[in-house]
Nanobody, 128 residues
Framework: QVQLVESGGGLVEAGGSLRLSCAAS????????MGWFRQTPDKERDVVAA????????YYADSVKGRFTISRDNANNTVYLQMNSLKPEDTAVYYC?????????????????????WGQGTQVTVSS
């Protein structure tokens, strides 16, 4: 069992930056692939970025390529999402997720059904 707690959300002006963190409990964090998703009231929860267990393979949604960077620190059980050049359309609740099935693989899972554990979410609001 893994518990995930997101932090770092908030209100920022367009063009600004935020860094989200996701702290994981448990000794098996380093074996899980991890992902960041986001959701607005009128849309499905969609992937933003994903990273495999070792950090050497990543995936990004087209809408955030070149602006967002996912990374992980296995020694401290944390995954990050650095968000630069933020746009109003990035406004959403951001969720951290863990996938135990892809453990120790080179795959960075990109579909919601592939993830087993979810955090409670953190709100990101980008003003124009």
């Amino acid at each position: 069992q893994v518990q995930l707690v997101e932090s770092g959300g908030g209100l920022v002006e367009a063009g600004g930056s935020l860094r989200l963190s996701c702290a994981a409990s448990g000794r098996t964090f380093s074996m899980y692939a991890m992902g960041w998703f986001r959701q607005t009231p009128d849309k499905e929860r969609d992937v933003v970025a994903a990273i495999n267990w070792s950090g050497d393979n990543t995936y990004y949604a087209d809408s955030v390529k070149g602006r967002f960077t996912i990374s992980r620190d296995n020694a401290n059980n944390t995954v990050y999402l650095q968000m630069n050049s933020l746009k109003p359309e990035d406004t959403a609740v951001y969720y951290c997720a863990a996938d135990r099935i892809s453990s120790y693989s080179g795959y960075a899972p990109r579909f919601r059904y592939e993830y087993d554990y979810w955090g409670q979410g953190t709100q990101v609001t980008v003003s124009s």
